[in-house]
């Protein structure tokens, strides 16, 4: 039955890559992209990795296919069909280089397989030490905000030295002058608008939970703050951007995730203080154990607010974009 | 009896897909995103029992909520572009 | 006994859930018109996946695991619906013709 889950699932993701290939009209492809990330959830579910899976189902197919619609409803409907070109030498030179790179794999060890190099040096010592040196049931958590604590801050940095990027090239622009705020684009579904406010304070009650109940089952800052930022983009959506930026105000949206990261490494800094190496949460209280739960905890607030704040600062910028343009007509309609 | 529920979902989730990949319309191709991304709800939720590991449940209820979001996003931006019914004034 | 009964029931819900994703996916694909498929597409969310999950319920007892999977109808149950209203609502702003089918029908009817 598992194999017969995993070949259904990867066909499709096959079928769904030549699907966004072969699809002309932009807004398919991008529904196809959710598809696919989506498929590969459910993909990472069946290879036991919840924690993968849930950070792919909310970033793939959520952010990420929001992020994509909100490019694409500010420029053309349809790709333009590719210049007729010879493919012979293009399609030689990648048949060789898969093949070389499938005999390249021949070499690696088989899935799972105990002798293999990654499940022979640390990953045991992690596996049986983190219930006694640290003592939360999700190992992932464990591993991700302890034991390579350090690896996790430069995520962090990372994140935040993309919206860094993004805020450089396009800007967090108001209203540009001239133009006078109208209803917002979903006004008139008042279904949609009573539900919305039904359901965006359970989604975010939904993501405090796993938040804070990333130490005993898959979950954790990343995918906390990606729901979060959900929940207000949904928001956003429905009841138009200024209304979304009155519940979060830009003074506070802005230096949110600067905050985070500091949050993260000024539990370093702390331990430090205390006399310990940077990042070592057993400084931090009398007892280790508490210690470490401790430093995760701190931690992964810190990862939750500058992921949360990071999409949304994403969506803001992008959805900024669209402001006082005149409804684009590039071919509308099925 | 839980293979039966993962099998009929496969099932409507194969039907789901061949309607994205026909669709006549675009408005199809959105519905059949949807049901698919409500079957993987279920099918993330079978799983969850058939392998014993009842923690997954969580993936199916975020999935739930981004499913939703995903379809309003969707139709926001699709059929009523870009614009945010800002009015353009002395153009 | 009980623990039997417990079992069929969630035996029988679970194999009806499936039956109605199935029918809903036929009638996705074989119904004729937009407006039409999105009744099936409702039949899979709306009897699907709550029966699927009473019976999933059924078999995990009094736990929290049938908290969450209470948490999860209740959503499905809210969203999905409003979700193909807002979807239905967009194709008829976006010029597709819910009437069509039927004008069709009597025209050809005489």
Same mark, same amino acid.
């Given at each position: 039955?598992? /194999?017969?889950?995993?070949?259904? *699932?990867?066909?499709?993701?096959?079928?769904?890559?030549?699907?966004?290939?072969?699809?002309?009209?932009?807004?398919?492809?991008?529904?196809?992209?959710?598809?696919?990330?989506?498929?590969?959830?459910?993909?990472?579910?069946t290879?036991?990795?919840?924690?993968?899976?849930?950070?792919?189902?909310?970033?793939?197919?959520?952010?990420?296919?929001?992020l994509?619609?909100?490019?694409?409803?500010?420029?053309?409907? &349809?790709?333009?069909?590719?210049?007729?070109?010879?493919?012979?030498?293009?399609?030689?030179?990648?048949?060789?280089?898969?093949?070389?790179?499938?005999?390249?794999?021949?070499?690696?060890?088989?899935?799972?397989?105990? @002798?293999?190099?990654?499940?022979?040096?640390?990953?045991?010592?992690?596996?049986?030490?983190?219930?006694?040196?640290?003592?939360?049931?999700?190992?992932?958590?464990?591993?991700?905000?302890?034991? &390579?604590?350090?690896? /996790? $801050?430069?995520?962090?940095?990372?994140?935040?030295?993309?919206?860094?990027g993004?805020?450089?090239?396009?800007?967090?622009? &108001? &209203?540009?002058?001239?133009?006078? +705020?109208?209803? @917002?684009?979903?006004s008139?579904?008042?279904? %949609?608008?009573?539900?919305?406010?039904?359901?965006?304070?359970?989604?975010?009650?939904? @993501?405090?939970?796993?938040?804070?109940?990333? +130490?005993? =089952?898959?979950?954790?800052?990343?995918?906390?703050?990606?729901?979060?930022?959900?929940?207000?983009?949904l928001?956003?959506?429905?009841?138009? $951007?200024?209304?979304?930026?009155?519940?979060?105000?830009?003074?506070?949206?802005?230096?949110?995730?600067?905050?985070?990261?500091?949050?993260?490494?000024?539990?370093?800094?702390?331990?430090?203080? *205390?006399?310990?190496?940077?990042?070592?949460?057993?400084?931090?209280?009398?007892?280790?154990?508490?210690?470490?739960?401790?430093?995760?905890?701190?931690? +992964?607030?810190?990862?939750?607010?500058?992921? =949360?704040?990071?999409? %949304?600062?994403?969506?803001?910028?992008?959805?900024?974009?669209?402001?006082?343009? $005149?409804?684009?007509d590039? +071919?509308?309609?099925? | 009896?839980?293979?039966?529920?993962i099998?009929?979902?496969?099932?409507?989730?194969?039907?789901?897909?061949?309607?994205?990949?026909?669709?006549?319309?675009?408005?199809?191709?959105?519905?059949a995103?949807?049901?698919?991304?409500?079957?993987?709800?279920?099918?993330?939720?079978?799983?969850?029992?058939?392998?014993?590991?009842?923690d997954?449940?969580d993936?199916?209820?975020?999935?739930?909520?981004?499913?939703?979001?995903?379809?309003?996003?969707?139709?926001?931006?699709?059929?009523?572009?870009?614009?945010?019914?800002?009015?353009?004034?002395?153009? | 006994?009980?623990?039997?009964?417990?079992?069929?029931?969630?035996?029988?819900l679970?194999?009806? #859930?499936?039956?109605?994703?199935?029918?809903?996916?036929i #009638?996705?694909?074989?119904?004729?018109?937009?407006?039409?498929?999105i009744?099936?597409? !409702?039949?899979?969310? !709306?009897?699907?996946?709550?029966?699927?999950?009473a #019976?999933?319920?059924?078999? !995990?007892?009094?736990?929290?695991?049938?908290?969450?999977?209470?948490?999860?109808?209740?959503?499905?149950?809210?969203? !999905?619906?409003?979700?193909?209203?807002?979807?239905?609502?967009?194709?008829?702003?976006?010029?597709?013709?819910?009437?069509?089918?039927?004008?069709?029908?009597?025209?050809?009817?005489?």
């Open positions: 039955m598992d /194999t017969l889950v995993d070949i259904v *699932l990867l066909a499709f993701l096959a079928v769904s890559a030549i699907a966004i290939l072969r699809l002309r009209d932009l807004f398919a492809m991008a529904m196809m992209f959710g598809l696919f990330s989506l498929i590969s959830a459910g993909l990472f579910t290879m036991d990795a919840p924690d993968v899976a849930f950070t792919e189902a909310a970033v793939g197919a959520g952010i990420s296919t929001i994509i619609l909100a490019t694409l409803a500010q420029t053309a409907r &349809r790709e333009q069909s590719p210049a007729r070109r010879r493919v012979l030498v293009p399609l030689a030179v990648v048949w060789i280089t898969g093949a070389v790179l499938i005999y390249g794999t021949a070499d690696l060890p088989g899935v799972g397989d105990p @002798a293999a190099p990654a499940h022979n040096h640390v990953a045991p010592h992690y596996l049986q030490e983190s219930s006694r040196e640290i003592g939360i049931p999700n190992v992932v958590a464990s591993v991700l905000a302890s034991y &390579r604590g350090f690896d /996790t $801050l430069g995520e962090v940095v990372v994140v935040f030295a993309a919206v860094v993004v805020v450089a090239l396009i800007g967090l622009r &108001r &209203r540009p002058p001239g133009v006078v +705020e109208g209803p @917002a684009a979903l008139e579904h008042d279904v %949609l608008k009573v539900i919305a406010k039904l359901v965006v304070p359970t989604i975010l009650l939904f @993501a405090l939970y796993v938040q804070f109940h990333g +130490e005993y =089952s898959p979950g954790g800052g990343f995918q906390a703050g990606v729901i979060f930022a959900a929940a207000i983009i928001y956003a959506l429905v009841f138009g $951007l200024d209304a979304a930026r009155g519940v979060i105000p830009p003074k506070l949206l802005n230096v949110m995730p600067a905050t985070g990261a500091l949050i993260y490494g000024g539990v370093g800094l702390v331990t430090m203080l *205390l006399g310990g190496n940077y990042l070592e949460y057993d400084r931090l209280a009398a007892d280790p154990q508490a210690g470490q739960h401790l430093g995760i905890l701190l931690v +992964e607030i810190g990862v939750g607010v500058t992921v =949360s704040s990071v999409m %949304l600062l994403i969506y803001f910028s992008f959805a900024e974009r669209g402001r006082g343009k $005149l409804r684009d590039g +071919e509308a309609g099925p | 009896m839980i293979a039966a529920a099998l009929a979902i496969l099932v409507t989730m194969v039907l789901a897909v061949i309607r994205a990949l026909l669709g006549r319309t675009v408005y199809d191709r959105i519905l995103v949807n049901v698919f991304g409500t079957k993987t709800v279920l099918l993330i939720a079978a799983l969850a029992f058939w392998s014993g590991r009842p997954i449940l993936i199916a209820l975020a999935y739930a909520l981004i499913n939703f979001i995903g379809v309003v996003a969707v139709l926001r931006f699709f059929e009523y572009g870009a614009a945010e019914g800002d009015e353009v004034q002395g153009k | 006994m009980s623990a039997l009964l417990i079992d069929l029931l969630s035996w029988v679970i194999v009806v #859930g499936g039956a109605f994703g199935v029918i809903g996916g #009638g996705l694909l074989r119904l004729p018109d937009f407006f039409s498929r009744h099936a597409a !409702s039949l899979t969310e !709306s009897m699907c996946a709550p029966c699927i999950i #019976g999933l319920m059924l078999q !995990s007892g009094m736990t929290l695991v049938t908290v969450k999977l209470v948490f999860l109808v209740i959503f499905l149950f809210l969203t !999905s619906p409003t979700a193909a209203h807002v979807l239905a609502k967009a194709a008829i702003h976006g010029g597709l013709d819910p009437g069509a089918l039927r004008d069709a029908d009597a025209e050809r009817r005489g």
